[in-house]
């Protein structure tokens, strides 16, 4: 009958397809560098139905990956939303910790796939390692060829509101992250002086400070499309850029993903775990003078290391000032 699900518990099948689930319960940019490893496993499980555990506003990003499907996870402080003996290959790609390898242990998956722990097998946790790499490795010593330069997206399915913009997206998680507003104001007035069509995006909680950028920098306030943009929409003025300026956000992972050039202003996290792949992406930080704190109030000595000739010298590199 249609719309009824079939569960057969003892071989792991809904639907008449087995289930994979992954782990990875965590923010924008988190998922979109963990892009090749959940290709890799969409290649190796073709007739898996697919899973990927993190919080619900993910959802329309998860679809730019293509063949998942999101199981709303609020992080690592409530049980995942399946039943013991229903997932039949469990992958943690969220960490390595007692915590994540938890929620895993609790699916009792027939196969399991993580780093290694006191009770399980697996690649030892490389601390030094780009992310994409890590979770790239921990797949290849689990058999899944992977390429960590995979990282491209679908085309979401909405347009750009403003194709050819250059975007400066002003917001991020943490003060740790937030380039001083006049600095961003200083760079976006430059570019419009020579030709850019500057919009300024943001999250809806960092419209006030886009306003205020967009302010400083003497434009419109229609420039502002912080607040107003429905993540499948915020992809698609990415993916449309002429240019991308942002702190180490999803923003600048997105910008990978869809070949955007970007100039990209690292502070806490060093570009060496987090960094963009090779293409058109330049990488501005001061690394000794990194604290490290990610989730300080305060802006990282590192990207206060950044100024604002810096930046106009980087969009000069990538040809586009």
């Known amino acids: 009958m249609s719309g009824v699900r079939h569960l057969e518990r003892g071989s792991d099948v809904i639907d008449g397809k087995p289930e994979l689930l992954v782990l990875r319960a965590l923010k924008l940019g988190d998922l979109l560098v963990a892009v090749p490893a959940l290709k890799a496993l969409r290649r190796a499980f073709p007739e898996h139905r697919l899973r990927y555990a993190a919080q619900g506003w993910l959802s329309e990003a998860l679809g730019l990956v293509g063949g998942y499907e999101l199981l709303p996870t609020h992080g690592l402080d409530e049980p995942l939303a399946m039943e013991a003996g229903v997932v039949d290959v469990a992958v943690n790609l969220h960490g390595s910790g007692p915590e994540s390898q938890g929620r895993i242990d609790a699916l009792k998956a027939r196969r399991t796939i993580g780093h290694r722990g006191p009770d399980r097998d697996g690649p030892p946790w490389r601390a030094e390692l780009h992310e994409r790499e890590r979770w790239v490795r921990l797949l290849e010593w ?11 997206l679908h085309l979401p399915h909405v347009p750009s509101p403003v194709p050819g913009a250059t975007v400066l997206h002003v917001g991020a998680a943490y003060g740790s992250r937030l380039w001083p507003a006049d600095r961003f104001a200083a760079v976006a007035a430059n570019l419009v002086e020579a030709g850019h069509n500057v919009v300024f995006t943001g999250g809806s909680g960092e419209k006030d400070r886009a306003v205020d950028v967009c302010r400083r920098a003497g434009l419109p306030p229609g420039a502002v499309l912080a607040g107003g943009l429905s993540l499948g929409e915020f992809a698609a003025t990415i993916a449309a850029a002429r240019l991308v300026i ?5 923003a600048a992972h997105l910008a990978s993903a869809y070949g955007t050039p970007s100039v990209v202003l690292f502070g806490p996290a060093p570009p060496e775990l987090w960094g963009p792949p090779p293409g058109p992406h330049i990488v501005l930080t001061k690394a000794d003078l990194r604290r490290g704190d990610t989730f300080s109030a305060e802006p990282d000595p590192a990207l206060l290391a950044v100024k604002v000739p810096d930046v106009l010298a980087a969009v000069r590199q990538l040809g586009l000032f």
């Open 142 to 152: 689990h058999g899944i060829d992977a390429d960590p330069l995979d990282v491209g």
């Open 246 to 250: 942002s702190a180490d956000t999803g």
